[in-house]
């Protein structure tokens, strides 16, 4: 969490006095909706994480939202893996010296801001990345996304706010960057993070230790899919986009990534790829399986299911290809198996 309640003070009056210029494109592909959507589950947790879930769980129950007990343990494993009294990076936030709190106020209060950010998100129709973002940012950046007419949080809109909103309010108007060779940022930028920023890949982060229904291996097949779409992470969408050169649009990546692997040719418009294969239930998912927005016959957008609860998708222009966690409000309508 960015560690002062002034930073939240000083974004909040950026806001209000106007923000950012909106000169950035936003448009999205679909839409929120319910913010605590699907049935989400943990991963590779560190051993003291876990040694927490019990005190977890005994929060998120007080405080009237057991649902987000997976993203509190996914919360801590980012913020300090269970090490030291501070589990969640809480005492900051409420205006304390770091390691101030007990690992019990600190789940109290973790809990507390994830609960108040989700409450926040919902009533503003914006997705579960905006609820974690928005834990690590404070809750200006969803009056941020709901100013912009957002409801769905990229790493693009998350970008923007870090470099024109927190960063400035922290000092820090010139964008300068450091490194951040994390692998969540690689694909994005390279690795890189504005200095007084926050971290713009936050959820990410926190997506690493989630998992949504079926997170397993699947077939051989469908992991080559996912090898062959991997490769084109970091190229930038345009509309209409069918050559990595110069860039993809959501079905253009989903069309080339399966001509890639079969050797065959196949459509890259999202209506055309809905017949590409076999209509799996969105609950019995596989990597490799394409994820379709909007009606049948009507879908305007088309991901591929990764596993472990994570869509590799071209978004949105100005976007660029990523991964972003599953369970984020912003979820599929229909899934097709493809054809091999």
Known sequence: MIPSIIVFVLVMLVIMLGGTSSSYDYDEAGSGGDVASGPVTNKDLPAKVKGYQDLVVKECNAQGCPDLVPYILAIMSVETR?????????????????????PEES??????????????????????????????????????????????????TADVYSKTVVAPALGNSSGTTYSYPNPVAIPYNGGYLYLNGGNFFYDLLVGQFLKKGNGGGGTATGNKIIDEAQKYLGIPYVWGGHDPATGLDCSGLVGLVLTKVTGKPYPMFTVTLESQGTPVSLNELQPGDMLFWGAKGASH????????????????????????????????????????
């Open 301 to 340: 957008h088309v991901a591929f299911y990764m596993g472990d609860g994570k869509v590799i998708e071209e978004p949105q222009p100005g976007d660029v290809c990523h991964i972003r966690i599953y369970h984020d409000g912003n979820e599929p309508n229909f899934a097709v198996r493809p054809n091999l």
């Open 82 to 102: 269970g090490e030291g009294s501070d589990v969640m990076q809480s005492s900051e936030s409420q205006g304390h010296a770091p390691g101030f709190f007990s």
């Open 107 to 156: 789940i109290h209060y973790g809990v507390m801001a994830l609960h108040n950010s989700q409450k926040t998100a919902k009533s503003l129709g914006i997705d579960m990345s905006g609820v974690l973002l928005g834990y690590n940012f404070g809750s200006g950046y969803l009056q941020w996304l709901a100013k912009q007419g957002l409801t769905h949080s990229t790493t693009k």
